[in-house]
């Protein structure tokens, strides 16, 4: 199974504030990645698909990066509303994963 | 507008059994494959089965043999049947519609976007 780490776990922040969050894969998943947000009693929202593609009615502050092992889910200037959860997963291969999760909190 | 509705959740016995269902509107239902995902209380999300277009099906290692997944395209339904029901298969479980499509070149992209709201599997005695 392919393994997706997220770093970090607890991100807190500031409106403003440009955050990266990083996700790596246990081996090559070429660009089958996805980001997810999700709030609080919601089920997740696609934001980010093919690595570095913007879901349609995205924000554009939202954008993704990398290939192969290492990806990274950048939000250039956080919004009152950004504070979430925020997932990777793979769609290289069955069984598809999710990260561990990334909680973003407003310092 | 897309538009998944889960139901079927409930207070269920260990060992027991629970269908979930699924209704789908606003896309063609056939055209796309589908999938479960749950989350456990104050936990991330796991990916539970996914069916094909064609009812190819596949499992995670957790459900194998104990969950089948299943869809009614003319009624626009999926399905997920859980048997011998676990405390650890307590979750919200989610549908989500699986896109996976032509990009350029020859690349194919994929990801989940749109999911339903989810109903709760509580598995206790």
């Known amino acids: 199974d392919i393994q997706l780490t997220q770093s970090p776990s607890f991100l807190s922040a500031s409106v403003g504030d440009r955050v990266t969050i990083t996700c790596r894969a246990s081996?090559?998943?070429?660009?089958?990645l996805a980001w997810y947000q999700q709030k609080p009693g919601k089920a997740p929202n696609l934001l980010i698909y093919?690595?570095?593609s913007l879901q349609s009615g995205v924000p554009s502050r939202f954008s993704g990066s990398g290939s192969g092992t290492e990806f990274t889910l950048t939000v250039s200037s956080l919004q009152p509303e950004d504070f979430a959860t925020y997932y990777c997963?793979?769609?290289?291969?069955?069984?598809?994963?999710f990260g561990q999760g990334t909680r973003l909190e407003i310092k | 507008e897309v538009h998944l509705l889960e139901s079927g959740g409930d207070l269920i016995q260990p060992g027991g059994s629970l269908r979930l269902s699924c209704a789908g509107s606003?896309?063609?239902?056939?055209?796309?494959?589908m999938v479960w995902v749950r989350q456990a209380p104050g936990r991330g999300l796991e990916w539970v089965s996914a069916?094909?277009?064609?009812?190819?099906?596949n499992y995670a290692d957790s459900v194998k043999g104990r969950f089948t997944i299943s869809r009614d395209n003319s009624k626009n339904m999926l399905y997920l049947q859980m048997n011998s029901l676990r405390a650890e298969d307590s979750a919200v479980y989610y549908c989500?519609?699986?896109?996976?499509?032509?990009?350029?070149?020859?690349?194919?992209?994929?990801?989940?976007?749109?999911w339903g709201q989810g109903t709760l599997v509580t598995v206790s005695s």
């Open positions: 069916i094909a277009t064609d009812h190819d099906t």
């Open positions: 989500a519609k699986y896109t996976g499509r032509a990009a350029s070149g020859s690349q194919r992209v994929y990801y989940f976007d749109y």
């Open positions: 081996q090559g998943i070429r660009s089958h």
């Open positions: 606003g896309f063609t239902f056939s055209a796309f494959a």
């Open positions: 997963q793979q769609l290289s291969s069955y069984p598809i994963t």
């Open positions: 093919a690595a570095s």
